[in-house]
């Protein structure tokens, strides 16, 4: 059974809390949304959306052979967004050529299944907001941008590798975007044009999977090294400064993360570090974190 949320769910404490366990049956945890009510995770393998108040239960089964990666909620659009795909090398997945980005309504119930017009699509990653739909490649750095009912190529494949978190700069003007392999850039939304965004010693920042924005601060788990963190980032026009204002606060397999009002809700013990372990059978469950931030964006929690 689904453990229950804790009592003080959409509470602010002033340290880290975990306010969500899944079931360890659910073997990889992917994406987490919420709409300040409800907290909604994607079990990647059993290809099943989970949705939590004071309890949790499926939401929806994705057609067979697509699997949920990131999840986004789009309030404006009254939406879950699934970036549904299905990649090459993930034991339990049948991969395939095309995976597609599906909207959910409340009640768990398809609403579109949307595709670029040609080629291979493996959309991992999300950002949905009155500002936008976008979905990332994790196979080819390409980043798509809705139209209407299509998606529009924002960065064509192969310009980076592995596309994963985004999010609006302040302006609306500009898609930051968060490359796995090749680091961070800056998409200008009118032109397309792309900026790479090195760290404050001139590299690239890799290894960052879900991103957020919370004023002028960006948010990213990074899990290119265990144990995992929570990054920081403030961004310029031509590069960024990032830090782990959270300390000792590390992460254990972490991989999505989503700004619910005035906090961060983070997916921990996703499951993929075990995934390719023989022989390996969970025991304990995925998690969601919440880190407290004050008015302004900051870390608001006692050490």
Same mark, same amino acid.
């Given at each position: ?14 340290? &880290? ?22 907290? *909604? ?13 004071? @309890?949790?239960? &499926?939401?929806?089964?994705? /057609? ?15 939406? !879950? ?12 997945? $049948? ?5 597609? %980005? ?11 299944? %949307? ?26 750095? $390409? ?13 064509? /494949? ?11 700069? +302040? ?9 796995? $392999? ?10 397309? @044009? ?9 590299? /690239? ?20 090294? @265990? &144990? ?16 782990? +204002? ?6 254990? =397999?972490?991989?999505?993360? @989503? ?9 921990? =013990?996703?499951? *993929?570090?075990? !995934? ?22 900051? &870390?608001?929690?006692?050490?």
């Amino acid at each position: 059974m689904i453990l229950e949320l804790v009592a003080a769910v959409l509470a602010a404490p002033l340290a &880290p809390q975990t306010v969500l366990t899944i079931n360890p049956s659910h073997r990889i945890v992917e994406g987490v949304a919420s709409d300040g009510r409800t907290i *909604w995770v994607s079990s990647v393998l059993d290809r099943t959306i989970i949705a939590c108040r004071r @309890a949790c239960r &499926p939401l929806a089964v994705l /057609p067979k052979g697509l699997h949920p990666f990131a999840i986004a909620w789009d309030e404006s659009r009254q939406r !879950l967004w699934v970036a549904a795909a299905c990649p090459p090398g993930v034991r339990g997945i $049948a991969a395939c050529q095309r995976g597609a %980005l599906l909207a959910l309504d409340r009640r768990g119930r398809i609403r579109a299944r %949307l595709a670029p017009a040609s080629g291979p699509f493996q959309p991992g990653d999300i950002a949905a907001s009155a500002g936008g739909v976008f979905a990332s490649d994790s196979q080819n750095g $390409a980043v798509y941008r809705l139209v209407g009912r299509d998606l529009a190529p924002l960065v064509g /494949p192969g310009v980076g590798k592995s596309g994963q978190g985004m999010a609006l700069d +302040p302006t609306g003007k500009r898609l930051i975007v968060a490359d796995y $392999a090749r680091g961070f850039a800056a998409v200008d939304l009118a032109t397309g @044009a792309r900026t790479l965004l090195p760290r404050q010693d001139g590299k /690239p920042l890799r290894g960052v999977d879900g991103l957020v924005r919370c004023g002028s601060t960006y948010y990213g788990i990074y899990n290119g090294a @265990a &144990p995992g963190a929570l990054l920081s980032i403030a961004v310029s026009q031509r590069s960024l400064v990032f830090t782990e +204002p959270f300390g000792d606060l590390s992460l254990h =397999d972490p991989t999505q993360i @989503a700004l619910a009002g005035n906090r961060l809700l983070v997916v921990a =013990d996703s499951g *993929w570090a075990s !995934l390719d372990k023989p022989g390996f059978k969970r025991t304990e469950g995925a998690t969601v974190i919440a880190i407290p931030l004050s008015h302004d964006c900051k &870390p608001r929690f006692a050490r």
